[in-house]
């Protein structure tokens, strides 16, 4: 679901702009995923191995590792083609997707990131890196996931907090006299401590340092040392150093000289090093560490610690802190214009906080571990002479070692991060290095929308790539996406049932009204409580839309030709309620445009809702019945004439939202000879504001309103539907006049079979409606029911008090009228005014009941 609105904003702002007239490209295309399609091949390989396994976690968990196993004995090249099948397939099911949910993407112009000219693009990349020294090799502590095999990047580490344990450990003096206690989360690594570190300034340890301590169970002979980064505070103020484990620790043998004691394999198993623990898995050697410290009297507490715990995003295996040898890339020189791009505007992050969010972490970059120990993805393009130690880089293997003349190389087997090839993605599609028109024409790109999960991993480096080998930004708008959840806001997940697929559900509602429910949701800054009752709501809009079509197409047959919208008459030769769904129509293809320029789907959506249903369908369609039965043909083409030109617009203002069903009639609509070969390609309406009148509102509402009383006291008469009954009206000469001139429309909407208009107020009649600009009564025999006629205007009359002691506190409430806009303040006056009035006269009706 997170990816169909991804594609849905996405195709929305696209069918919008291309069909402002700009020269759109949405360019398709997937990355390779290197950890994520290898794990998954490797597991595909298993499963084929061990079909009889019950799947579940624990048959995946082996499947992967006899996939493993079966990956190495068959062989990289091997292996690689069927991650190519996969490929091919899992390629195939994202397009066929993508055209089911009508994303209007350029399909000639797909990409992969393992297509040969990116790959060359990839190359291109790391050789003027490295020549520049901005990519470099070095063994440092790395993140490593023991069943992946492979370094990951600290973006790719999962933190959980889980329950632990905080050992204290007894370190004796090498003379006898006494001991220093540490404490460890990680017992099993002090194999691998090469000192103990305590803060030169804490008085506890002044006398200490410089001296020798004996490591228990391995009886090695370690320095206490002093350094400014250990805590006093923690623990018990001393530090067990392992350089070869720990990142700060790492650091700490640098600044003293360490020796750095590998303990730990990559496999997660103890090392020669670890002396008796060898060959034990690492949570083993934990334990029996643990047991023979506390049987030599050397643990001296244990406290319950909550751990933050490093696990593998694609596999969730607890990480290993490791000294691996890797290629890094050089960050901060990188990141400085990544920062200023953004502070200065030229890249415009929206919602405005995730802009604090991106700055805060390019400013606090480290250098990336790019190297992975995995075969699926672009090979490091790099050789080394063993004989000589010579590193050449570039895009082919080199005939022979140009320092010694050797001709046997070694390559690099290692692949880059899948981010590195990501990273290059606005202008790697596009042609670059070549000088392509496309990369000339479509460079920088205008928007990219993600979500906020890749901000770091994708949309921090795009930028970066891009300043640094385009000179200038990858794109001007970055757009960033809520989390679509379920209906109670909680997250999708499987395991607790709540995933809804897709495809599923378009299959079973229409693409149309998934697409438009996931908009309506998709306010900026929040995350989308997406249900199947909001689906069934925008089925229901689409049936809607369809059958006001038919109505529509059945009143074009009956009449004379020249009743396709081809332009509206003069606006003076127009009926109220053309001028004013006109009207309507251009104010509300104004708050579309808007909105959809700030990124608001939810209000995009809304408004063109609102508009549909509300404006056209229940009272614009209603209102025009009357000429459309008129007997001159005349009249008829005029009413035909804007009920199409307005219907033409509503499918092309719709059109982004609901692509299908907007294609689909029009077309219907021009007999299938449309102007153009496709609605996308027709103008989305640019409002005129000439034609916007709010005076042409607010007589429409005061039709609007005496149709809704009529209707209202008509149903509480308990009037039959087929009875029409005369009404009475008093209202001032404005409102009279603009009743009369609509008398048949108001007859026809609300039953009603003469208006007469009274010089007095109605109030005293039980029954009545009141508005700010009318009373009415109906004129019907029939005996009304006092005491269910009292208790109405009781409710009534309740109701607007409260409504009126709240409009007054609100109103006397000083910093609500320092915070509120002046609009909202001066409607609720209005509104209190008004109110007045209404209770005056309810009061008055229910005098005369009793
Ligand atoms: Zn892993
Ligand atoms: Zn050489």
């Known amino acids: 679901m997170g990816h169909m609105l991804e594609h849905t904003e996405i195709d929305i702002l696209m069918r919008w702009h291309r069909m402002r007239g700009k020269d759109v490209l949405w360019l398709p295309g997937t990355d390779h995923a290197s950890i994520a399609t290898q794990l998954i091949v490797e597991q595909e390989i298993g499963r084929q191995a061990l079909p009889e396994l019950e799947p579940g976690p624990s048959a995946r968990a082996t499947w992967r590792r006899e996939g493993q196993r079966r990956r190495i004995k068959m062989g990289r090249e091997k292996f690689l083609e069927l991650c190519w099948k996969w490929k091919e397939q899992n390629g195939g099911t994202i397009r066929r997707q993508m055209e089911r949910l009508g994303a209007s993407c350029d399909w000639t112009r797909d990409r992969f990131t393992m297509d040969p000219a990116y790959s060359l693009a990839v190359q291109e990349v790391f050789v003027r890196l490295y020549r520049e020294g901005l990519i470099y090799r070095g063994k440092y502590i790395v993140n490593w996931c023991p069943r992946c095999g492979t370094a990951v990047s600290d973006l790719e580490v999962i933190h959980e907090e889980r329950p632990g344990h905080l050992w204290y450990i007894r370190y004796p003096f090498e003379n006898g006299s006494g001991s220093i206690s540490v404490a460890t989360t990680r017992p099993e690594t002090m194999l691998g401590d090469t000192a103990v570190a305590v803060n030169p300034a804490d008085e506890r340890y002044r006398s200490a340092v410089g001296r ?141 906080n995730y802009r604090k969010i991106y700055l805060d972490w390019v400013r606090n970059i480290h250098d990336w571990c790019i190297s992975r120990q995995l075969w699926w993805g672009h090979r490091i393009p790099v050789w080394y002479c063993d004989a000589c130690g010579e590193v050449m880089v570039g895009h082919e293997a080199p005939p022979a070692c140009p320092h010694c003349q050797g001709e046997k190389l070694r390559p690099e087997l290692d692949v880059l991060d899948t981010w590195f090839s990501s990273a290059l993605w606005p202008f790697a599609t596009l042609g670059w290095p070549g000088d392509t028109p496309d990369l000339r024409r479509f460079y920088p790109n205008d928007l990219m929308i993600m979500g906020f999960d890749i901000l770091f991993f994708w949309g921090a480096r795009m930028i970066m790539m891009g300043m640094k080998f385009m000179n200038d930004v990858p794109f001007r708008e970055l757009f960033i996406h809520g989390l679509v959840r379920d209906a109670e806001k909680q997250k999708m997940s499987k395991t607790k049932g709540n995933v809804i697929d897709p495809l599923e559900i378009t299959e079973e509602y229409g693409t149309d009204a998934v697409r438009f429910a996931l908009a309506i949701s998709a306010a900026p800054g929040t995350d989308i409580a997406f249900s199947v009752d909001n689906v069934q709501s925008y089925r229901a809009f689409a049936n809607k839309i369809w059958n006001a079509a038919r109505f529509i197409f059945m009143n074009m047959e009956r009449a004379p030709q020249g009743t396709l919208p081809n332009g509206v008459p003069q606006a003076s030769a127009q009926a109220l309620e053309d001028r004013w769904i006109l009207s309507r129509f251009h104010r509300t293809a104004r708050e579309v445009n808007e909105a959809l320029d700030a990124y608001r789907f ?130 001032d000469d404005g409102v009279r006049r603009l009743i009369e001139e609509n008398r048949e429309a108001v007859e026809r909407l609300a039953n009603v079979s003469g208006i007469t208009f009274v010089e007095s107020e109605l109030s005293k009649v039980a029954s009545a409606r009141h508005t700010a600009r009318f009373d009415v009564v109906v004129e019907y025999e029939k ?68």
Not at 793 to 814: F, G, V
Request: with cysteine; glycine share 4%.
């Open 212 to 352: 020798k301590l004996v490591l228990p169970l391995l009886k090695r002979v370690i320095p206490v040392i002093a350094d400014d980064f250990v805590d006093p505070q923690f623990g018990t103020g001393a530090v067990k150093v392992t350089p070869a484990h720990d990142p700060n620790d790492y650091d700490m043998s640098l600044r003293h000289n360490l020796p750095r004691l590998e303990v730990i394999d990559t496999s997660a198993m103890m090392t020669e090093e670890a002396g008796p623990y060898r060959g034990m898995d690492r949570f083993e050697a934990r334990e029996k560490v643990i047991q023979d410290l506390r049987e030599q009297g050397l643990l001296e507490k244990t406290e319950d610690y909550p751990l933050s715990v490093g696990t593998c995003q694609r596999c969730k295996t607890v990480l290993e802190p490791l000294l691996s040898t890797q290629w890094f890339m050089k960050m901060q020189e990188l990141a400085e214009p990544a920062i200023r791009v953004v502070e200065e505007g030229r890249i415009r992050i929206t919602p405005e």
């Open 602 to 731: 939810d209000e995009a959506a809304h408004r063109v809702y609102t508009f549909f249903w509300g404006d056209f369908c229940d009272w614009y369609i209603e209102l025009s019945k009357l000429r459309l039965n008129a007997e001159e043909p005349e009249v008829v083409q005029a009413a035909l004439r804007v009920l199409t030109t307005v219907f033409d617009g509503a499918l092309r203002m719709l059109s982004p939202f609901m692509p299908f069903i907007t294609e689909e009639l029009w077309h219907a609509l021009y007999g299938d000879k449309p102007p153009l070969k496709s609605i996308a390609l027709a103008a989305f309406p640019e409002p005129d504001d000439e034609r916007i009148d709010e005076r042409l509102k607010s007589e429409m509402s005061v039709l609007q309103d005496l149709i809704v009383s009529v209707r209202q006291i008509r149903h509480d008469l308990k009037v039959e539907p087929k009875v029409s009954a005369p009404i009475r009206v008093f209202a």
């Open 783 to 850: 005996k009304v029911d006092t005491a269910a006629e009292r208790v109405r205007l009781e409710k009534d009359l309740a109701k607007m008090e409260s409504e009126q002691a709240n409009a007054r506190r609100q109103l006397a409430n000083e910093q609500f009228l320092a915070k509120a806009p002046e609009k909202v303040v001066e409607g609720l006056r209005k509104r209190a005014a008004e109110l007045e009035v209404l209770l005056d006269k309810a009061k008055a009706g229910l005098g005369a009941l009793k």
